[in-house]
């Protein structure tokens, strides 16, 4: 079985991630600091694939803690590396949190990988980079935008660092996949999104809307120059972000990278509007949403969705789940974690 290192394995993406990596044979190795996630989701995970995965309970930041780990787990191959800070508006009140664990995590990996004889690294960036695009849908080549926020900035020096290092070290290989509004939970309701206090995200808010736990969902803004006024998302299923990770392994697994450092959207290629998804996620569930229109959110981008046709023509990954089928998955995992029946 190929051993693969998955950092930040207990979150959102990774969790979801080492289930689709362990259903294909993998063994799956996750390190997570538990900063933004529980390590009960390693259970439930196990619930679901019948295999438990390796934990270490290891901040990747910490390069000691984490070469001390690797030297005891010889024969991994590849790292797919989520652990990071990820809340845009924290990282505006405290950039050196953002600049230290993202940026310092990415060169412990590097060098990890190094010294360790790693080959293969897909790393998870966004589609922040490219700020407002002026042609949509946004292609890989659409020029990188000054970042808007210490998180966007770290996911693009984390880019520039990956792509320095490849290009010096050519026996190493990296992908790095563009995500655009990962959303939804597993089938299974035994895996999902966990944010902690207030959600500042569109999906979890307007789920703990429905379940009761909020009033009244906030949209923001209906001025945009969009159709209905309200901005636009690329929402793409997590179980479908999952896999592109590991079609980005093979890729590198089987030699096919036409570069040391790949760059790949990964969205479904539709836009949807706040109110769209909002009118899905009714239909789809059957709850009535309450929810009003606000001012515009500083920050926001008016509308981004992606061209994925290099994903799909080069990784041979495609996003496959419908949207109301992703907004159920996630109302389902609310109703659970809410005790909802
Ligand atoms: N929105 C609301 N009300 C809410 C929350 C969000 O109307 O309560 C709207 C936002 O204004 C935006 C859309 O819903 O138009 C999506 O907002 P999210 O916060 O869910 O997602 P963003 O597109 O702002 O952010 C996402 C990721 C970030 C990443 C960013 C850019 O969450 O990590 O995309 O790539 F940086």
Redesign the pocket.
Known sequence: MKKILVTGGTGFIGSHTTVELQQKGYEVIILDNLSNSQEDVIDNITKITGVRPTFGKIDVADRTQLFDFLAKHQGIESIIHFAAS?A?GESVKEPLKYYRNNVNGVINILEAMKEFGISNLVFSS???VYGQPEVLPVTEQSPIQPALSP??NTKQINEEIIRDFIKVNPELHAICLRYF?PVGAHPSSLIGELPLGVP????P?ITQTAAGIREC????GNDYDTPDGT?I?DYIDIVDLANAHIAAINRMEQGKQKTGVEFFNIGTGNGLS?LELVKTFEEATGQKLNYKIVGR?EG?IEKVWADTSVANNELGWKAVVPISQTMLNAWNWQKKISNIK
Do not use: E, H, P
């Not at 500042?200 to 999906?203: D, G, K, R, T, V």
């Not at 969902?217 to 923001?220: A, D, G, M, Q």
């Open positions: 990820k845009v966004s589609c922040t998180y966007g509004n500042a995200n569109l999906i808010f969902l906030s949209i923001f901005c998302r706040v959110r926001d």
